[in-house]
DNA sequence: GTGTTTGCAAAGTGTTTGCAATTTA
DNA sequence: TAAATTGCAAACACTTTGCAAACAC
């Protein structure tokens, strides 16, 4: 008989970010921080839970996406009006975003350095600094 | 008797472009370009052009900003899923955003480098570098 | 049990589209 | 006059919300 495999790791961030290990937050949880780094929007990971036998609502994807990010658990990447991605890696990274396929990518380290933290205008702070590359399939 | 007074730019802009100076586009145009540069939206562009007494729908409004930016007349600037800002300045520079309001900014020149050109994912090719500079109003 | 979370369907937001009427050259 | 452009209203894609039922502790 299978021994009980361990748990994933989805488990204890939730509890670390005072989520309750609901069915639904648990099995996007897995999906989202299990295997590498994610680059998803709402509706890819809705379909891809449909898929694993996962039922969730829309709705609640969007919530939890939400609450994963306001716990720092995602990071929320702006780079198409319209659509919503979320990245499973908080780490400062630049992204590619072909605009031909809808595809977000990391720009591997080293390749691109930004130097010198901008003056915000007065009253304001800055949140972070946010650098993306648009490609295109070539021509 | 006050002479006529000299035609802004934004005739000229719009026959390089090939577009047909409509009294909609000329509007839009002054707007756009006879003053200093501007970041807008649709609706923003839409609202001040009703209080200048200019008719035009949204739609042409919407239109109009898509058929100047593929003329090169503008930039599009994604900074907020959902909106869509408009750039009258189409060389390379730096955003601001401020989350807290919306607006959106220059970051002056020389305070942030970008240095490096990342090598795209094989079969696509860089079409810009955009960084922005998320802010709020400070705590 | 009690407060939290979920799912549904409806509402909301910004944007695009189809097409008849209007305008431009 | 012929072709391009406009305005309207309806359609659209994505996201959020309200609330009753289900769930976690």
Redesign the pocket.
């Known amino acids: 008989m299978e021994k009980v495999r361990p748990f994933s790791q989805a488990l204890d961030r939730l509890r670390d970010a005072g989520?309750?290990?609901?069915?639904?937050?648990l099995a996007l949880a897995k999906l989202l921080f299990d295997d590498c780094h994610r680059h998803i929007?709402?509706?890819q990971l809705h379909s891809e839970a449909l898929t694993g036998n996962i039922?969730?609502?829309?709705?609640?994807v969007?919530?939890?996406l939400?609450q994963f990010t306001a716990a720092g658990l995602l990071r929320e990447i702006v780079v198409d009006?319209?659509?919503?991605y979320f990245d499973s890696n908080t780490t400062c990274h630049h992204h590619f975003f072909d605009e031909s396929s809808g595809l977000l990518s990391d720009v591997p380290k080293g390749q691109l350095e930004v130097t010198g933290m901008p003056v915000p205008p007065v009253g304001s702070e800055v949140e972070s600094v946010n650098v993306v590359v648009r490609i295109r399939a070539a021509s």
Do not use: D, F, I, K
């Open positions: 989520l309750r290990p609901t069915r639904q937050r929007t709402a509706e039922r969730v609502s829309l709705a609640t969007y919530n939890t939400h009006a319209g659509r919503s």
